[in-house]
Every structure is written in C-alpha cells, then in structure tokens.
C-alpha cells in the first residue's frame, strides 16, 4: 500500500472536540468558578436556600452545599471536578462541603490572575502544593484538644453545623440527641476511636414538630408485624435476625407434579404444613420471641408464628439488618436449622407504634446497642429532609471530632489565621513562586470574606478590624454575622472539628491543582443513543 499524502487523517471520531491551551484553562477555570458562585451564597448562619426543581417538579429547599450540586446535574467536566470535591468532603466528614467548593473556586480565581500576568501552570501549581503541605500543620498547631468528656463543646460543634439551616429552631435539642447517640457508637476498642457513622440511623416522620424528635436506644424500622394477632409489643424480647426465607422453598425447575388421587394432594399439602412447622418450631425452641426476617415469611408460617405469641416482620433491608445486630447483639442467621439461643439478641422493649398515620416498629431498650436511631419529625416533607441533612452534618461533625479528638473555632476565626500563617511563610519563597504562595493565603480568606458578605456585611470593614484582632493575638477572633463586630469564636461556641478544616483545604487545592494542570482538553464526540433506550439508562 502507498501513502497519499494529501489524505486527510483522522485520529478522533466525528464529532470530537479539542481545545488547548489558554483557552482550555480559562473554559475549565471559568466552570469551575461558576460552580462555587452557584453555592456561594448559601455559605454561613446567614446564608440563603436555595430551591432546587427537577424535571418530574419535585422540590427541594435547601442550604447544603452537596445537595445543591447533586441536583444541579453538572455536566462540565471541570466543574464535575469541583462537583467531587464537596462530595468527598461529605464522605470524609459530612460537614463543610460549602467552605470546600468556595475556597477551591478562589484557589481557581487567584491562580487565574497570575496565569495573566504570564505565570507557567507549574509555577503556581508547586506553590499552591507547598502551600497546601503548609496550611496542614498551621492547622494541627492551631487546634485545640477536645475529649468525649467534654460535653459542652460537643454540643457547641453540633449546634454550629445545624446554626443557619431548617433545623435552627430546635438546635439545642437535636445537639443533645446527636451528641447521645454518637457517644453510644463510639468504638474505643484498639488504641484509636472509630465511629461508623451508618450506625446512627437518621428515620424521619412527616407530623408533629422538629422538637418532638427523639433518640431511640436501639433502632426503629419503617414496617409493620406481618400478622394481626402478633402481639404488638413484647418485654424482654429475645431477637432473631434471618437472611433467608420462612417458607416452603421454590423449586429450582419447573417440576411437574401427577397426581392421580385426592388423598396424594391431601398428603402433599400435609407434607408442606409440616415443614412450614417444623420452621417456626425451630425458631420458637431457640427462645425468641421476636424476628427479623430478611426475606418473606409465608402466610402458613405467619399464622403458626403468631400462634406462639412470635413478633414477627419480613422484608426487612439489608442495611436494617446489620443494624438491628449492632443493636441488640444478634447474629444473622443463614439457615434457619442452625438458629440457637446464642444467636439471639436482646432489648428490653420491642414495639409496634403509630407515628403519624403509619405503623412503624421500635426496638429498644437494647443493653448498650452500638446502633442507634435518630427519628426525626417536622410538619412537612420539606421541612425534615432539611433538617435531616443538617442533623447528618452536625452527627458528622462531632463524630470527627470523637475520632481526632481536635477542634478550632468557626466564624472565620480558622482560615484567618491560616492566611495570616501563610502570607509569613511566602516571605521564605522567592520571585514568581512567592506570589503563588501569596495567593493561596489570600484565597483562604474567601471564608469570611463571604461570611460577612452573606450576613450584609461589609467585608473589607469586617476583614480589616479580623485581621487587627489576630495581629493582637487573638487567634480565635471571628466575625459575629448578625452586628459585624468580632469576637471570639470559641468563647461563643462556635466550634467546629479540626477535620473540617484540613479536608476542605486539601481537597479544594488537589483539584486546584488538578485543573491547573490541563492544557489540553479532547472530548468525544456524543455517541448515538441507542433508539429505545432513555439517555439515562445507559
Ligand atoms: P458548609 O457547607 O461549608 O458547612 P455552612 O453553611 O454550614 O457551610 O457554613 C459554615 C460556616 O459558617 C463555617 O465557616 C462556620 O465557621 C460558620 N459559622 C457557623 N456558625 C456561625 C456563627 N454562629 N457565627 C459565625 N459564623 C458561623
Ligand atoms: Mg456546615
């Protein structure tokens, strides 16, 4: 074969875009930017909500940063970046996915402005990364020791995470479930406390207030008992927990069975009822009286099940399970025939109850459940997913703070002293680099900046009289939103963990960082849908 050279040659499909350079880096700059303006607003005690209407009209008002971008469906690839990073904030933390896209936006913001002034990408992006590494131990040297014993400031942190949100008005009641409920999870075996959060379940109830929430020791599942003449409460209770079913099992194939006389019927129907018996037999000699079954419990085995006086519920969610074995200490049992009395778990009080117009079942009581159930109320769907979110920050919050054991204060206090650190250590950098250090310091100061900019504000006022306070010494110095003067963050209880600090700054600047580094964006052109099929679904 010979090769025509004036053949056109075609690397990429139909389709397909490039853009390089500078201009790749403005577009995904820009992105990245309008990304954090979009949250920016909700940042702070005076932070606004947003109302956020997806295509079937289902609504949700909210202040929480990783909501709003979760249902903003973004599609630039940059701006997905920014998207991540308050998502893993949440993963890590759970709280401060707003400070994390605000301040990544800035890192952006300032780094653009040197990439004008002819800076290379890489010059900024090994001083941002120094001062990232350096910001760190700012913070670690900054923070103050915090113990579970320390109540007060537990409350304090979770009452910050909830100041500002749908869950405001009863902060100090939810902060004293929240505080309850994670010290009982608390894991002190091994030198490290651990906490999973999963096992503070967060239920919600349409009806009544906020205020009527309350902390169950021991977990509460959204089902009924599966049959009327169950007892519908039971003392003492002794739990199993089945993954499989309590019926006659299917067939694997298709069997065909001939019968030729009625009498076989009768005996294979008896063959069945005794199977079905012998089930519930071996569940009632283990000593339970109450069981969670994973799977379905036929109408056969219901009937003999509520015959022994068993509470019963099927169908009941994987998670639910693991949960209830936390709880009361039970095993998961596999196969029925293996259930014995040291499987079973207890608590002092299984219940089914009314809360609102649905029937839902209380296991509690449990002797030192490791799992705990937050059942939240509030007068309308809107107003308890709101306040769930809040109450899901302030759980994460304090759960930071049992596993590190550090806290720094809030209202600006922090990132103004990490910038002030930060604007030193520029002084050891020389030329083109010092000026990228510099404007990571200046970028971190977005936080109050916005703080006082939300509360209305004037933030070069509120900056100025911050930063004099901290030349002074002050280094827990922030602003009070509501009058704009300073004051002491931690003298005011506005506390929050140190982990919400180090997270968001490191993970604002790795995508900084990230993003910087692109000067070559080559996207695929969209392939045809396949007919048939809706977009989402592929
Ligand atoms: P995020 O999603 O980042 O947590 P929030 O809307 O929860 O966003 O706002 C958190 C910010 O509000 C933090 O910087 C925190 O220090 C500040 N903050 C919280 N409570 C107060 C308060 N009472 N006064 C001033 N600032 C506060
Ligand atoms: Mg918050």
Known sequence: MTNNPNQQIYVMPEGAQRTTGRSAQSNNIMAAKIVAETVRTTLGPRGMDKMLVDAMGDVIVTNDGVTILEEMHIEHPAAKMIVEVAKTQ????????????????EL??????????????????????????????????????????????????????MTGKGAENSKEHLSEIIV???????????????????????????GDSVKESELVKGIVIDKERVHSSMPKMIKNAKVALIDSAIEMKDTETDAKISITSPDQIQSFLDMEEQLVKKMVETISKSGANVVFCQKGIEDLAQHYLSKKGIFAIRRVKKSDMEKLARATGANIINNLDDLTEKDLGLAGLVEEKTVGDEEMTYVQECPNPKAVTILLRGSTEHVIDEVKRAVEDAI????????????????????????????????????????????????????????????????????????????KGNVWSGINVFTGKTIDSIENGIIEPLKIKTQAINSASEVAIMILRIDDVIAAGKSPEPSGMPSDMQ
Do not use: W
């Open 90 to 105: 949440e993963d890590e933390v759970g709280d401060g996915t707003t400070s994390a896209v605000v301040i990544a936006g």
């Open 108 to 161: 952006l913001k300032k780094a653009e402005e040197l990439l004008v002034q002819n800076i290379h990408p890489t010059v900024i992006v090994n001083g941002y990364r120094q001062a990232a590494d350096k910001a760190q131990d700012i913070l670690k040297d900054l923070s103050i020791n915090c113990s579970e014993n320390d109540k007060k400031l537990l409350l304090q942190a979770a009452m910050t995470a």
């Open 396 to 471: 994460g919050d304090v759960s930071a703070i049992l596993t590190e054991g550090k806290i720094v204060g809030g209202a600006g206090a922090t990132e103004i002293e990490v910038s002030r650190n930060l604007l030193k250590f520029s002084e050891s950098f020389s030329g083109r680099e010092q000026l990228a250090v510099k404007a990571f310091s200046e970028a971190i100061e977005v936080i109050p900046r916005t703080l006082a900019e939300n509360g209305g504000l004037d933030p070069i006022d509120c900056l100025t009289n911050l930063k004099s306070e901290h030349d």
């Open 180 to 206: 309850e409920a994670v010290s009982q999870v608390l894991d002190k075996t091994g030198s490290k406390n651990k906490i999973e959060k999963e096992f503070v379940k967060v239920e919600k109830k349409v």
